[in-house]
């Protein structure tokens, strides 16, 4: 039954219309916006320089992870010396956090060979004994007293890699349960979390693990999570949830059950992200990152963090794990990290809702084509409209926004470029070229034609014109940028147009490796939501 009612919400999904929205809430990305740390891994001084890079980024919120058999190999010999120093750097740097307790040490283990079928002998068995298991954390949280939150477990409905040797949700319920009891006796039971599930809560089986752990009251009164990996930023082609923007509906929908039926006091994504050692190229990391992330401040995710702050050595499980950091193993900056600079350097610190009937009068949706993306803000406490547009698979080539007599900044995030269109009064609206990388549209802008644009110290002229007529404005960049990807190496250029209105431009953080190679086709799809959200309730109920 979940299979067909899974196989029929994948045909829904095909077709539809633009995403247009914009926040619920404010989003402040300094309280938004976390990041995983890999704590395990590195050394003091690489792991200062690490937070540098993060806090470089004003990111306030780490995830960081305990190993049990790592921690505590031998029973009773808790070797807090492999982990206090980084530890300390997350408070001694001022950072906000949630740290994952997982792995089952040998002599803890509930491995029985007479029941592990092919499954070999690994931590990813639960305990033998939950209590244990629970008065450990218990003893880390006393330790670590700064840590805001702490989470059992990692993935447990991915088996058997994560939890071992098959599916049950009733076995982690149990380990929490009594993880719980104990918290809630210490009076911490607010910093307790459930364990982040991965794509969204799927088991390979057929099971999904978030409806499985709202039937036994896991998540009320604690916080959720969960991990949305998925091939493309807005959702994944054959993959759980399948076809093009299941993201957006579905974690809106997840995001909602989680709150109203398993009364969870916060739902978090905690793991998202692409590799640039297995998934895609450098620059295609990085506009995914930032697409994915714009998309979550429409889901009602309460914080998402982006997997990970580095890339990993060959301890990482695979190739492709190693590949996923923010900065490289020998610490330089990779282009996902400037494209996250330039769209908080963009947009500022705080961002709030644009209402609907603003919207509305802002654009025509009836004239625009399915392969769309539109996410309106307010720049906080300004009226300063930021309108976040682009196009996954490039078929939408342009749209018109219903704006007269106003001065604008068009903003090309991963380019690192402005230009800047004056105020024009014969104009009734500003057409917008659009392509399959994220261009922010700023409006207004009080500065005449002959100032520059520039949000950081380095600034650099690049050729750009715009055109006006009696009744639009047209908007286009001489840009072009050249790169590869693991598949193709793709040559793209902006067409440009004579103008009698002059236009600015200048460069934003750089950016190597910027590459415009992300044409990858699928259609979109809103109009069926109500489809899919019932769907998806049926498959809560069976």
């Excluded at 006796?185 to 979390?193: I, P, Y």
């Excluded at 025509?364 to 769309?372: A, K």
């Amino acid at each position: 039954m979940k299979s067909f009612i899974l196989l029929i919400l994948s045909f829904c999904l095909v077709f539809g219309s633009p995403i247009i929205d914009s926040p619920t809430k404010q989003i402040i990305w300094s309280d938004f916006f976390g990041i995983n740390f890999q704590n395990e891994f590195f050394n003091v001084t690489v792991a200062q320089s690490q937070i540098s890079a993060i806090k470089e980024l004003g990111i306030e919120w780490v995830r960081a992870g305990f190993h049990w058999a790592y921690l505590e190999s031998t029973e009773g010999n808790l070797r807090f010396d492999l982990y206090d120093p980084v530890m300390n750097l997350i408070k001694s740097n001022g950072l906000k956090s949630i740290v994952t307790f997982v792995g089952t040490p040998d002599w803890c283990s509930s491995y029985d060979p007479s029941t592990a079928g092919n499954v070999s002998k690994s931590d990813a068995f639960p305990p033998s004994n939950n209590t244990r298991f629970a008065e450990t954390m218990i003893i880390l949280s006393n330790r670590y007293s700064f840590v805001n939150f702490w989470e059992v477990w990692n993935e447990q409905n991915l088996v058997p890699a994560f939890f071992a040797p098959v599916y049950s949700y009733q076995k982690y319920n149990d380990i929490f349960q009594s993880t719980k009891t104990l918290f809630s006796n210490a009076g911490k039971l607010s910093q307790l979390a459930v364990g982040g599930l991965g794509y969204y809560g799927y088991a390979g089986t057929g099971e999904n693990m978030i409806a499985d752990l709202i039937s036994t009251k896991t998540f009320e009164g604690v916080l959720a999570s969960y991990h949305p990996y998925t091939d493309l930023p807005e959702g994944g082609n054959g993959q759980l949830p399948s076809s093009p923007y299941a993201h957006y509906a579905t974690a809106r929908f997840l995001n909602s059950q989680l709150s109203i039926q398993g009364k969870s006091s916060q739902v978090w994504c905690t793991e998202y992200g692409w590799s640039s050692s297995g998934d895609v190229s450098k620059s295609v990391q990085a506009e995914f990152a930032i697409k994915r992330l714009l998309i979550d401040t429409l889901v009602n995710f309460d914080k998402t963090f982006i997997f990970t702050t580095s890339d990993l050595d060959a301890r990482a499980s695979s190739i492709r794990d190693q590949g996923y950091g923010l900065v490289d193993l020998m610490l330089n900056k990779k282009p996902i990290f400037y494209s996250l600079l330039n769209l908080f350097s963009i947009t500022g610190p705080k961002l709030d809702m644009v209402n609907l009937n603003e919207i509305n009068s802002y654009i025509t949706t009836s004239s625009l084509g399915d392969d769309l993306v539109c996410i309106f803000f307010k720049r906080s406490s300004t009226n300063i409209t930021l309108f976040t547009f682009w196009s996954p698979s490039q078929t939408v080539k342009s749209l018109n926004l219903n704006l007269f007599n106003v001065s604008a900044n068009l903003y090309q995030v991963s380019d690192n470029t402005t230009q800047f269109l004056p105020a024009t009064t014969n104009s009734n609206t500003i057409s917008l070229n659009v392509t399959e990388n994220v261009q922010i549209f700023e409006w207004p802008i009080k500065k005449s034609s002959s100032t520059t644009t520039t949000t950081t110290t380095s600034t650099t002229s690049l050729p750009t014109t715009s055109t006006a007529s009696s009744s639009t404005t047209t908007l286009t960049s001489s840009l072009s940028t050249t790169s590869s990807s693991p598949s193709s190496t793709t040559t793209t250029s902006s067409s440009s147009s004579s103008s009698s209105t002059s236009s600015s431009s200048s460069n934003l953080t750089p950016n190597p490796e910027v590459s415009d190679d992300m044409s990858i086709s699928f259609k979109l799809s809103l109009n069926y939501e109500l489809i899919i959200i019932s769907l998806l309730s049926l498959f809560f109920l069976f």
